[in-house]
């Protein structure tokens, strides 16, 4: 990993929607978070850039991600079926995904905790309100809580008996 990213936070967003990922960028640097932001365009590519397939094979194309922001309505693979992949590998369950879709169905927010999402948030209609959200996502996410540790995550320990 590079030196000079080594230490800056790393964010994903997954997203077939490019003005949202436009206004989720322009949100941040007002929250005034800098950080590595890539945006995906939908499941598929998420997948390719986690196991750094395709175009990302290259590890400073594909820094591993500190929080990622996952849609729901995606092409050629929904965030339901990613989320799935994602807290179902033992290499990426530990990195929180926070939803970030226009849905507020009830279904979609159950699903979504039932498999192992951090936070469920509905997309702002303003950009004021965006703006609102993200800098609660940088208090609490990046000012307050521990993130899990960059790169390979060891798997859980199959030695240890629950108690």
Not at 4 to 26: G, K, P, S
Not at 63 to 70: E, W
């Amino acid at each position: 990993m590079n030196p000079q990213t080594a230490n800056r936070i790393v964010l994903v967003m997954v997203d077939d929607d490019e003005d949202d990922c436009l206004l989720v960028e322009a949100a941040l640097y007002e929250a005034y978070l800098k950080c590595d932001f890539h945006c995906l365009q939908d499941g598929a590519e998420m997948l390719d850039y986690l196991n750094r397939s395709g175009r990302y094979q290259d590890p400073e194309s594909a820094p591993r991600p500190d929080l990622i922001f996952l849609d729901l309505n995606l092409p050629r693979m929904n965030g339901r079926a990613v989320l799935e992949k994602l807290k179902s590998d033992d290499r990426f369950r530990a990195i929180p995904v926070i939803i970030l879709t226009t849905s507020n169905h009830e279904d979609d927010v159950a699903f979504c905790y039932d498999m192992g999402a951090n936070t469920y948030i509905v997309k702002e209609a303003s950009f004021a309100g965006l703006r609102a959200a993200l800098k609660v996502v940088k208090d609490y996410w990046l000012d307050k809580s521990i993130l899990p540790p960059k790169g390979d995550i060891p798997t859980r320990r199959k030695d240890i008996e629950p108690s």
